[in-house]
């Protein structure tokens, strides 16, 4: 699969960071809160109904519809669908220099990838304007000739690299001879851009430079590298170029000379950098260009295939909202739609899920303690709803502790010694969850009397 925008599969690595990162903040805030709701009951198992699978499930869905969306703005593709293209503009003609010394990284990452983001930049931002492109070292090849067709050049500059020509050195002769054979054939206003580091110029350069003089085609000149430091050259795996005498072989911006051949033909001269490209300055030069009708042209345009990945990653957001972080039990699920449907509906009030509540615990129903669980989150900023809900749990946890205290009793004295410990242990922890709901109870409403 192929992208129109590949460079943005970068950004992956970065979100699935973030992503992890809001998971761990949420986590300590979750705690957090967690404490100064639950205190002590915290540590309690049956104080949360959670489920910490669940939890990651969801985790992973949302790192996968990030991951989606990311190749989404990529924009795949398979294949091209062909159409006719009829254009007004400017015939633009890029040398590109692909010798060694564009490897070196005194322009981050390297002058190399730094010059191809900026011709991408400079492509997309054209309008009906025709790009071709000449690479160029010790020898010239036309790479892509004069074409509007956005998606092929932008592929033609993805693989311009130093092995396009193995023989070394910066002849720029032969480009701009092959430059001028590429507009013959051409009939809108034309003009050069050379993206270079102008470093061992080699060829007959002012014969070259007086060819565009006498067309009036301008050259609008991108330098790359530093004119006063030095850089050394990588090799492709690893280390350093060094010359024959074993020194460290070292390539420096070349920038007089190619100022002089930006002046020489009426054009511009550019020092690209990480932070002033200069793309701007050159698609000012270039719209300054008078536009003509251009020859009729095939144009490919992808076929995307984003709508695949935007569509898998609605489906997940559709997984990842109505999967809850609850334990899945089958006996849970009737006692939790005589809870819930009526909250959808929104035909219950926390005054009255607490009446509920407190008539199914006179009337010994288990329910009672969701009722009130509920009456408390919805109670949110009604201090007597949620003191009376706190208190009658309290009450509800102190009666089943004495139910198991007696159960220890008739263990005791029948001398089922492991069920009485394991009653009394039962009974202990229902008195210390009472004293909790009592806490909580008074902190929230401690000028209301207790209730049942």
Known sequence: ????????????????????????????????????????SLSDPAALKLSHAKRNIRFALLAAIMLLLVGVAARPYRSFRVIPHQTFGRDILVLFDVSKSMLSNDVAPSRMEHAKYLLREIVEKSGGDRFGIVAFAGRAFLACPLTADKTTLLQYIDELSPESIPIGGTDLERPIKLALEAFEAAAGNQAILLVTDGDELSGDSAAAIAKLKARHIPLFVVGLGDPHIASPIPEANGGFIRTKSGELATSRLNEDKLQAFARETGGIYIRSTVTNPGISQIAAQINRLDKSQQEATNRTIPYDDFPFLLAGALLLMLIYLLLGERPFKWRTIAPGVSVFLPLVLGAVTPEELYNQAREKQLSNDKESAALYEQAIKMGVGNSEVRGKSLFNLGVGCHQTAEQTLQKAFESLKSQQLDNAQKDLDNALKSVNDAQEYYRQSLADAPDIPNYL
Request: charged fraction near 15%; hydrophobic fraction near 55%.
């Open 1 to 40: 699969m192929n992208f129109v925008h590949p460079q943005l599969l970068y950004l992956a690595l970065p979100v699935i960071l973030s992503i992890v990162a809001l998971k761990l903040h949420a986590r300590n805030r979750r705690k957090k809160m967690l404490l100064q709701l639950l205190g002590s």
